[in-house]
């Protein structure tokens, strides 16, 4: 006889990319910024949602910041808070049921979460 194991039911699995030279940040903006221009998207907070139940949040304290929280899928819930100046983030969520918060202190940060869900 064999043995079963039951399927995982729910999780997530997140991952953080955080440039680690000038050149890579240079790249991550402009990557953020071509994804802004092709999904017709302005300068500062942007929530991009396809799929039912979301929710998403963007607060900035500062100048100069852009955000994006994408949620692809259904029952993300998603909050991006950015306290300084001229930072750049997303967070992208794609499956089912992602739970995310960032929050991205200082001045001229970069960065990127990618969270999949089931």
């Known amino acids: 006889s064999g043995y079963t194991v039951p399927a995982h039911a729910g999780g997530q699995i997140a991952i953080d990319i955080v440039p680690g030279s000038a050149e890579e940040e240079q790249a991550m903006r402009a990557g953020l910024q071509i994804y802004s221009i092709v999904n017709g998207l302005q300068n500062g907070a942007n929530i991009n949602q396809l799929g039912i139940n979301n ?55 970069t960065g990127a979460t990618l969270v999949f869900g089931w």
């Open 55 to 109: 929710m998403a949040g963007i607060a900035q304290n500062g100048g100069g910041n852009f955000g994006v929280v994408h949620q692809q899928g259904n029952g993300h819930s998603g909050t991006l808070q950015q306290n300084g100046n001229d930072n750049a983030y997303g967070v992208f969520q794609f499956g089912e049921n992602t739970n995310t918060d960032v929050v991205q202190n200082g001045n001229g940060g």
